[in-house]
């Protein structure tokens, strides 16, 4: 069986170690250890996926909607558990300067430093930055013709706003988060 392989690979000009496995459609050749890598890596994806979310059992994700009005004032509870949008510059965090670290109203998860913050002009909380693994995010195509990155407390779920290619250095990007979804805790 061995020697008939090689009389084929021979025959197509490969040797041994250049045998890989063909792609039907594709011209070039894997080697069979990376394909074996990648089709175990796609399988394992799921799984993957799942692990990554270490909020699964949150008991916050348990809440009913009932409980999370009980919970939250009338504004935050719209906000939060329905995607609403605060009126722009109604927010008091608009002025809060001092150090510290903002945190979802609805479970207390840490999101954003205050160093973070930055003036945005457009009348809502504003970060270049959040705290990595704080945040979920999905397309929004609630607007016509435009699709938004909608961004979420990654413990709670709860909605806070959308993200933005015109923020500052370093990243780029803007925050834009709803104040009354949001609680600051000074150091």
């Known amino acids: 069986m061995v020697r008939t392989a090689r009389r084929r690979l021979s025959h197509e000009g490969l040797k041994p170690r250049e045998a890989g496995v063909r792609i039907s459609g594709m011209t070039q050749r894997m ?8 089709t175990t890596l796609v399988l394992a994806a799921p799984g ?9 059992n949150s008991p916050w994700r348990k809440l009913t909607d009932a409980d999370w009005k009980k919970r939250l004032p009338p504004a935050s509870y719209e906000v939060l558990r329905h995607e609403d949008t605060e009126r722009a510059g109604t927010s008091p965090l608009l002025e809060e300067h001092r150090k510290g670290t903002f945190v979802c109203l609805g479970c207390g998860l840490p999101l954003f430093r205050s160093a973070w913050k930055f003036e945005s002009g457009t009348g809502w909380p504003s970060f270049y930055t959040y705290i990595p693994g704080s945040l979920g995010m999905k397309t929004d195509h609630k607007l016509a013709f435009e699709a938004r990155t909608e961004y979420h407390c990654a413990q709670c779920l709860g909605h806070q706003g959308h993200v933005f290619n015109d923020g500052p250095k370093p990243t780029g990007l803007r925050y834009c988060n709803n104040g009354v979804a949001l609680r600051f805790v000074p150091v």
């Open 48 to 56: 993957l996926v799942r692990a990554a979310d270490r909020y699964a």
């Open 31 to 38: 080697p069979r250890r990376d394909f074996l890598l990648a």
